[in-house]
């Protein structure tokens, strides 16, 4: 960015007259009650993104008068503007389709209207990465507004938090553990506050992931989205953009600059340290893949195998966002892997992240955050899988799954869709065992379920009434943050798109391996050719109109983030 015109003097719309463009800009903002001296301010657009489908982003508008607070005590102009809203629950086939249109949307959008530094605002699952996707190439500078996550709810006694506990009951119901009254019951107490889920789903990963980058202010990842000190880091937010707005372009801190190789793999570390969602895979690979960053699955595996798990959160442990946030936050984390972390990374405050933590506070609470020599667990939470079944990897998330299933053969009981999933899941007559491996087929990216979180499989009603509680279960799609169990995912490429998944039968024996990072079809090279020349046509979808044609002409595997190749950096 350079030293250029400030304010609504920037970026000119063009009618081939400059002096008429601004008179003429300056008119209508008139009509919308701005003075004169105000509309000489430089600008700090608030991209915003609220809805009524989306309840993770109820309390966005009062956000946005927080911003706007900080803006215009800083001498600046606070101008909100809107972009679509992923609801995660509410968007068919499903959020990741409509990810890309976002990321578009609101790059688009910041390219195209007046503003000397943005504030993006979003905290659901899809939202927090399409945000931090399309204001990657921005050459203004940039700062991330968490929505924060939800607060528990009491019932009977018990915690109850979206959505870890969505599913455990669900599982419940499903084993005749809990009747059709008790499941309503619930079903009104899981999520009753605003913000996003509140464990270590999708939205907190990524909430973390952002602040580690750096993208975000210090200490926001985890505020809840009802707690004061939430609009306060919106006043802070508004008030540090007009900074950055306002300082000399050689001075600025553009989204490239903060989010580099280095500051992405520190994100990775935390991913793992966190114990967090396989889902911030796709969507880290997909922020990096703008700037030109690749991220190499067996890189991950080594950071994996260094970087321990040390919170205790749901779903892999007791605790909740707003007992992390209680525990002191994300610096907790940060500050017990200062040794793993590269340290000279730039973050939005101006300071390195070295500097940032080195101001820490000290307090930690141990239940919830464990130091690094007492961690939950002495890996970390995430690997990836290869082998001829996912030549292009495939994740497990071993902080969610059981380990004795972590080595070992089992027998296919293949499903080729979800229509055939719902239709036979339950059926008593089904042929199979607890030491079977479940797979899903045609739930990938490529899929007309556009790579939904079906990935978690429900165990089999007539297993589960048994007392089954994990199984190994294969598939393309990907599953919530907030699932647990035994789960491979984004097996790359994908069966719609002709991967090795689409040739698994009923019968066939899969070798899973953890400790070889390991997954294997045991059929023969010849009789997989075979299978291969016997299959039909694709059943990759082909919309003749619309964003859907878009999405699939030109969606990636999972492996490159399911980006679009053509909003990807040039190599």
Known sequence: M???????????????????????????????????????????????????????????????????????????????????????????????????????????????QPMDAVVVIGGCDKTLPAQLMGAANADVPVISLITGPMMTSPLDGERLGACTDCRRFWAKYRAGEVDAAGIKRIEGRLATTAGTCAVMGTASTMACITETLGMALPGTAAIP??????????????????????APAADQLLPRQIMTPKSVENALRVLLAVGGSTNAIVHLTAIAGRLGIKIDLDRLNVLSDETPVLIDLKPTGEFYMEDLFAAGGLGTILRELKPLLHLDCQTVTGQTLGERLA??????????????????????????????????GAILKRSAADPSLFEGEGRAVVFSSLDDLARRIDDPDLDLQANDYLVLQNAGPSAPAAMPEAGYLPIPRKLAEAGVKDMVRISDARMSGTAYGTIVLHVSPDAAAGGPLGLVRDGDRIRLSVAERRIELL?????????????????????????????????????????????????
Request: aromatic share 8%.
């Open 359 to 392: 101001d820490e506070h000290p307090y930690v609470d141990r239940r919830v955050v464990r130091p690094m020599d007492d961690p939950i667990y002495a890996q970390g939470g995430l690997v990836a899988l290869f082998g001829n079944l996912a030549p292009r």
């Open 225 to 246: 989205a009802v707690h004061a000190d939430r609009l306060r880091a919106a006043e802070y937010s508004g008030r540090r953009a007009f900074e950055l707005a306002v």
């Open 2 to 112: 350079s030293d250029g015109p400030k304010g609504l003097a920037n970026g000119l719309t063009n009618y081939g007259d400059n002096d008429f463009s601004l008179y003429l800009r300056r008119s209508f903002a008139s009509a919308m009650g701005y003075s004169r001296e105000i509309m000489d301010q430089p600008v700090v657009g608030i991209c915003s993104s609220p809805s009524n489908y989306n309840a993770c982003h109820r309390a966005m508008p009062e956000l946005v008068e927080a911003v706007k607070r900080g803006v215009l005590a800083a001498g600046g102009l606070p101008m909100d503007f809107p972009t679509i809203s992923l609801g995660e629950t509410f968007l068919n086939p499903t959020s990741l389709m409509y990810r890309n249109l976002m990321s578009m949307d609101v790059e688009e959008m910041i390219r195209a």
């Open 523 to 571: 059929v023969d090279a010849a009789e997989l050719e075979r299978r291969q020349a016997a299959m039909g046509p694709s059943i990759k979808p082909s919309p003749l109109r619309g964003y859907q044609k878009l999405y699939y002409d030109q969606i990636l595997q999972a492996d490159e983030g399911c980006d679009f190749d053509f909003l990807k950096a040039a190599d």
